[in-house]
């Protein structure tokens, strides 16, 4: 059965358990913001934002809601955690891009505080599990740009071709 029509018993003990059935799609957004190595994961009942910082003075902000999850639970007001954003891509993208169509499912949990994030990801029947150790997040800026002071806001379409 595959992972996004599943429903695990084993669920309980977690604080975050996220499930999407195209990995395809949050591969892509982080892509965008895969310039640094490590990366802070503030998850809400909103969704997930994942934040890349640059020496305190360019940070890039990627964010998932709930939405785009087939299931999204989390137990906790907000979660957060730092991560090697590297390692993460890497397993999302651990069954290669193959032009069949089929894409790979992917069921997210997490435990809390000093547990490891556990992606489990499933292509054709083939099931990968992936455990990525989690770290103590470092506080982020909060530029905070009140919107009178707002001049200009820009909004770009990019074209993404492989």
């Not at 009942?45 to 809601?65: I, M, P, Y």
């Not at 955690?81 to 169509?101: A, D």
């Not at 002071?149 to 492989?162: A, D, E, Q, S």
């Amino acid at each position: 059965m595959p992972l996004y029509v599943q429903e695990a018993d084993d669920d309980s003990q977690e604080v975050l358990v996220a499930r999407m059935d195209n990995v395809k799609n949050m591969s892509h957004i982080l892509k965008a913001i895969n310039f640094k190595e490590t990366a802070t994961v503030f998850a809400s009942s909103h969704g997930l934002k994942v934040t890349v910082e640059d020496s305190k003075c360019l940070q890039a902000n990627a964010f998932l809601q709930a939405d785009v999850f087939q299931d999204y639970n989390i137990k906790d007001d907000q979660i957060t955690f730092k991560i090697n954003l590297v390692v993460l891509m890497e397993c999302l993208m651990i069954f290669g891009s193959t032009g069949s169509g089929i894409s790979a499912a992917m069921k997210l949990c997490y435990a809390g505080y000093g547990s490891p994030l556990i992606l489990m990801l499933e292509e054709d029947g083939v099931l990968t599990d992936c455990s990525i150790k989690t770290q103590e997040p470092d506080e982020t800026l909060d530029f905070n740009f009140c919107s009178s002071n707002v001049v200009n806001k820009i909004i770009m379409k990019v074209c993404y071709t492989m």
